[in-house]
Each structure stands twice: as C-alpha cells, then as structure tokens.
C-alpha cells in the first residue's frame, strides 16, 4: 500500500480548518440568535382554549334520500345531553352514530369513515360499559318518518382526543343491531351533518 499523495493531504488541511471555523461561527451564532417570539409574550402565561359545553350537526341527506334534522350536544352533570329531531325517514329504528371524520363530500356518506372509537372498544349499545364512544344506538320514526331523541350519554366528551368535535354524526338506514362488528349492520347512510361548535347557553 502506498501512502496517499502529499498534495492531496497538503489541500485539504486548509479546506477542514475553514470548514471548522465556519461550523463554529454557525453554532455561536445560533447561540445568539434571540427566540421567535415577539416581545413580551414569554412574560405571559398562553391563553387557555375556552372549554367546549355546545356543539351541533346540521344533518343533509345523502344521493336518494330525504333525511334531515339537528343533533344537538351539551355538556351536563355526567355527561353530553344529546337532542336530535330528523325527519323524512322510513318509520322504525335507525342506527345513529358518530362517524369518525368531519367529511360529508361524499354522496354515500362514506368519507365520514367508521364509527368514532378514540378508545379502541368494540362496537355495542349505547349503555354497555364498553362501546365505540360514536355508539348513541338507534334513533326511531313515527308514520310520518319524524324521529326525535333526548338523553344524556355517559361516554361522549367535548375534550381531548375524545372531543366528538369535528367529527360527523351519521343517519343508517337500517336499525342497529348493537351487536354485529364493527358496525351493527346498519346499512346505508341516509343522512351526514358534520359536529361543530355552537354557542353555550
Ligand atoms: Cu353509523
Ligand atoms: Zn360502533
């Protein structure tokens, strides 16, 4: 093995020093630079988010159907007051859910995904201990296919990555059976109204 050539060590010394010097003048002047912030704002404390205690879907039906109504939440003692009024369906039950996905841009509802599970559950009825959190059951129809709901759920949240907050509240054709996985075999989706905040009070 020869060694390597002279002149080629001999160039890169020089190369190295400045390359070293550069490094350091980078890293003390990173030390220097102030923080982006604006001034004053480290001295206050970050303004909270406002707790949510309302929301709302505003439901439209989807391609074939005539569905539609409000779903309105609000936070109680123990936990989210749900109040729902539809109207334009087939009379008897439905399944009525929360869908993960805020997106109602698709005309069969799909893109509002499967039911909302942040707790990584099964699928069940609205008062088993273990449930998706979108699980609120059925929701029925008189004649005249107007349904209406009214009861407080234990599950439902307004806070963290269990807020139902933009997510999307969807209407099945068909009843839920509470049991079949992971959907309770619901069928269709004749309405999607997507969960936004609304005023307290
Ligand atoms: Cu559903
Ligand atoms: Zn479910």
Redesign the pocket.
């Known amino acids: 093995m020869f060694p390597l050539p002279m002149p080629s060590r001999n160039k890169s010394r020089p190369v190295s020093l400045i390359l070293g010097v550069a490094l350091v003048a980078t890293l003390l002047r990173a030390a220097d630079m102030p923080m982006p912030m604006q001034p004053g704002m480290g001295a206050m404390p970050m303004m909270a988010a406002p707790a949510v205690t309302a929301a709302v879907a505003v439901l439209a039906p989807t391609q074939g159907n005539e569905v539609r109504g409000t779903v309105k939440f609000t936070k109680v003692a123990g936990g989210v007051h749900v109040v729902a009024d539809l109207t334009g369906l087939k009379p008897g039950d439905h399944g009525f859910?929360i869908h993960e996905f805020g997106d109602a841009s698709s005309t069969d509802g799909a893109a509002a995904g499967?039911?909302f599970?942040p707790a990584k559950e099964?699928?069940?009825a609205p008062t088993a201990e273990h449930?998706?959190e979108?699980?609120l059951g059925n929701i029925k129809a008189d004649a005249s296919g107007h349904a209406t709901l009214d009861y407080v759920d234990t599950k439902l949240s307004f806070d963290g990555a269990a807020s139902i907050i933009g997510h999307a509240v969807v209407v099945h054709a068909n009843p839920?059976d509470l049991a079949t996985q992971?959907?309770?075999n619901a069928g269709g989706r004749v309405a999607v109204g997507v969960i936004g905040l609304a005023k307290s009070g």
């Open positions: 859910h499967g039911h599970n099964n699928h069940g449930r998706h979108g699980d839920d992971p959907t309770g």
